[in-house]
């Protein structure tokens, strides 16, 4: 079933067009990155998404249903992280996440019994303390406990670990790994190590285009290129091991770098069978040997250049 979908959405600020004939989808059971540089229009895609601005052409639904701008029905059915939560800083989390709770009409012992369970999913069931002192990354992590707070049918982060450590990253990841087990997701970054770990669907915004989309394992398929890399012990074992691979007939490229190459071939089963037994017969003390797959931003430059 379809959480979310969008249909030729376009918008305008002035005479600037900043979203042109977008279109996607993201469905049950789903994670969905939309990925792009800053400025590439995912800010302003999030926002009417929302209903917090006006589309100048196209459809927007949520569960079904149309949203309007101004009018934040569909939002029942959305929990919105932001690039910067904002809290009432006086308050203890849990004092946040029971405000929280009324303001969305649940009952007391429900707000309870939530709180709970959404704190120990951010691991902050244990502090006490005033908002007022959290870090960046517990702001984060309180902010998808407040996202989740009415159990949405669809978790909307904009960019939740731009301005995160490598720690704070990984701990933001792994809560929406979790999340994503219960309700779909539609995150939005340009950090490309994240979605790689996190998003099964893709869809890369460009000066307010999608210029791809689709599942993430089959648009990195799609762009895969026959290459193997051999990383040696030996540095001076390097330039003679280069050129009796570049005789090959058919290698194609072999590029040379600190103490490794990478061998560009077309059959990586019968071909690197046959690059493995020159390794042997050069008796060259091989440290790894391994097919390389295309990168998330390996993809990314090349749809964007």
């Known amino acids: 079933?379809?959480?979310?979908?969008?249909?030729?959405?376009k918008k305008n600020f002035g005479e600037l067009p900043v979203i042109q004939?977008?279109?996607f989808s993201v469905s049950e059971s789903s994670v969905f990155g939309l990925i792009g540089k800053n400025g590439a229009g995912k800010t302003t895609t999030m926002k009417m998404l929302l209903g917090f601005l006006k589309t100048?052409?196209?459809?927007?639904?949520?569960c079904g249903e149309n949203v309007a701008y101004g009018d934040t029905r569909t939002n029942r059915h959305?929990?919105?992280l932001p690039d910067v939560p904002e809290f009432y800083s006086y308050m203890t989390p849990v004092e946040y996440l029971r405000l929280c709770g009324e303001i969305s009409g649940q009952s007391p012992r429900p707000i309870r019994k939530k709180t709970e369970e959404l704190l120990a999913l951010v691991g902050l069931e244990n502090s006490n303390r005033k908002i007022s002192g959290y870090s960046r990354g517990m702001?984060?992590?309180?902010?998808?406990?407040?996202?989740l707070m009415n159990e949405p049918r669809l978790l909307i982060c904009d960019e939740p670990t731009s301005a995160l450590d490598p720690v704070?990253?990984?701990?933001?990841?792994d809560i929406l790994s979790v999340a994503g087990k219960q309700t779909a997701i539609l995150i939005s970054t340009h950090i490309l190590a994240d979605v790689e770990r996190l998003c099964d669907h893709i869809g890369i915004l460009d000066e307010g285009k999608l210029v791809l989309q689709g599942k993430l394992s089959d648009i990195k398929n799609s762009y895969r290129h026959s290459?193997?890399?051999?990383?040696l012990a030996d540095q001076d074992s390097i330039t003679v091991l280069a050129g009796k691979l570049t005789d090959l007939p058919f290698v194609s490229a072999v590029?040379?770098?600190d103490n490794s190459l990478t061998v560009r071939i077309a059959d990586i089963a019968a071909e690197g069978r046959i690059i493995q037994e020159l390794l042997l017969k050069e008796q060259v003390f091989v440290l790894k040997y391994e097919v390389l797959e295309p990168s998330l931003e390996d993809v990314f430059l090349e749809v964007i250049q």
């Open 78 to 80: 959305v929990g919105y």
């Open 255 to 257: 590029e040379a770098k």
């Open 21 to 23: 004939d977008l279109s």
């Open 139 to 147: 702001k984060q992590r309180l902010g998808i406990a407040q996202a």
């Open 227 to 231: 290459s193997v890399r051999i990383t």
């Open 56 to 62: 100048d052409a196209g459809e927007i639904k949520v």
């Open 168 to 173: 704070g990253r990984k701990e933001i990841l």
């Open 1 to 9: 079933m379809e959480i979310l979908k969008l249909e030729h959405v």
